[in-house]
């Protein structure tokens, strides 16, 4: 009997730990996807004002910049935080329904194995596992070192052509080849089209490399031009998206809407409403 006692308190216990078990059953979630919104997409305002403005869109991940607004007035480097600064942000994600940010950066990886530890340590104590960077070349035998110490990976972002050496994913291909598979791409896909680069044909060059992106579409190609609603620019990002299920990608599209600073929820509401119709369209009747 007591055995089967015990048995039954397992069972119970089991059953228990499933319902506490939050599954995403969305087609997002079934693609193995996840929608956050980059603070940086509200970097006028506080980060708590930050957490609210995305709650308020319904997505239920989000990225932090590598810099935040605490006050609405002064910016602090984020990986300066102290721990009651970062510990205030924690309670105000809990209270929007929000767990730990999926990546944070982009965060500064010098050639200084000191400076860059600090940031793998603060990204460790606040349960991130991917940095976003653009560290330079003599740099990366120290990143890839602290990946593998800290098991932390590394996106790779690039900035425009003339602003980062990474602006072309060949570049990117070249800094991890031969590296720990901890280190990859976020592919900030508006960004290589304000370099006159073809997003779809940067994301098959990366295939199976990508380890998050800033996803984005523009109004045109180059270096003028600004964010617009997904779908209604010249992004192809429905074609985006159906080449990253074609690599099998599992991580987040970050939204980084650098456009209509002050009031840009109204359009990042339809690029949210556009990524969750693609996900309906891009998963078989048969498995949703």
Known sequence: MKKLHLAAVGILLSFAAIAQTKVDTSTAGQLGWQLAVH??????????????MSA???VKYMSISG???LDGTNRITTVDLTDRQREAIDQKLKADGFGHFVN????????????????????????IGVLVAEPPTNALDIVEKLCKEYNIKVAIHDHPKGHSIYWNPDAVLAAIKG???????????????????????????????????????????????????????????K????????QHFHGAFCVEYEYHWENSSPEIAQCVKFFNQTCDELVPADQK
């Not at 950066?105 to 349960?127: H, I, S, T, Y």
């Not at 490399?209 to 990002?237: Q, S």
Request: glycine share 10%; aromatic share 10%; with cysteine.
């Open 39 to 52: 603070s940086y997409t509200f970097q006028k305002f506080s980060i708590f004002d930050a957490i609210n």
């Open 56 to 58: 308020a869109l319904g």
């Open 67 to 69: 810099g935040v607004l």
């Open 104 to 127: 944070i950066g982009v965060v500064q990886l010098p050639a200084d194995e000191a400076k860059c530890r600090k940031v793998f340590e603060f990204a460790k104590k606040w349960g």
């Open 179 to 237: 590296r720990t598979p901890l280190m990859g791409a976020c592919a900030d896909v508006g960004h290589w089209m304000r370099s006159g680069l073809d997003p779809v044909e940067c994301l098959k060059k990366l295939d199976g490399h990508i380890i998050c992106l800033h996803f984005k579409d523009l109004n045109e190609m180059g270096p003028n031009a600004h964010d617009v609603p997904w779908g209604t620019g010249v992004g192809k990002m």
């Open 239 to 246: 074609e985006q998206m159906a080449e990253l299920k074609r």
